[in-house]
């Protein structure tokens, strides 16, 4: 089932998004309204990992950490709609499009698959995106929204950081290596979001190792990467489901 949504904005296909110089916003709005769809895809998605997930009685360390996690991208997104606001703006004043949402049904029976898909790679995209919106915002010298943007870049960090402590918990209890676990999910779901470019140094200090996501560190340089095969990623999710009252210890960091 999907999210509830405001009757605005239009949601369209990624397509028919119009590009930054089409765009009926100035051109700092432009680049706002997008990060404040994401934010709100964020809200979203994080509330989904708790109730889809809350079958597996898993710690309640772990739904107290995405629910945080949704607090804060609600807080996030509530400070993108005050600049635009300020800006004489809204969301809603241009179209937007629903792919975020589609890694969630991907990932809709397979905790692993949701942990490396949202936190550890969309999440992980804005510390990857986060420094170059800042420097773009700037140079259309709008200070104060780069510094929106820097602030939010920074908090994200510690979303990242708590998918890959429960990843790499779940990935224990299941006796798999965490790095061919994430590469395996991410060929087989998603493999766009194994395509760089990467800020490696954010990404590392979250504890989302290279040798995980990025190709050229891989020792076959293959699209699996020295992962699972299909059929190994099949009685992965299999042995998961086994373990559905394992206990794992705290992971927030």
Sequence with gaps: MAPARPPRPRLVRPKEIP??????????MYLLHNLAHIELNAIDLAWDTVVRFSHMRLQNDFYG?????????????????????????GYGDMDAHDMLWDSALKSKSDLCARLAIIPMSQEARGLDAGPRLVRKLTGLCDVRSSKIVARIAQEEKAHVAVGVAWFTRVCDALGEDPGCVFRA????????????????????????????????????????G?????????????????????????ACS
Aim: proline share 6%; with cysteine.
């Design 185 to 224: 999910e991410l060929a087989a779901l998603c493999p766009d979001l194994l395509k760089g470019p990467f800020n490696h140094e954010a990404r590392e200090e979250v504890g989302l190792q290279r040798g995980w996501y990025d190709r050229g560190s891989w020792v076959d340089g293959s699209d699996g």
């Design 226 to 250: 020295g992962g699972l095969d299909e059929d190994a990623l099949c009685t992965l999710r299999q042995r998961l489901g086994q373990i559905l009252e394992v206990e794992m210890p705290h």
């Design 65 to 89: 950490d995405f629910a945080r996690v949704a607090d804060d991208e609600s807080r996030h997104f509530g400070w993108c709609l005050q600049r635009m606001a300020e800006c004489g703006h």
């Design 19 to 28: 590009r930054i110089s089409d765009s009926p916003l100035p051109k700092p």
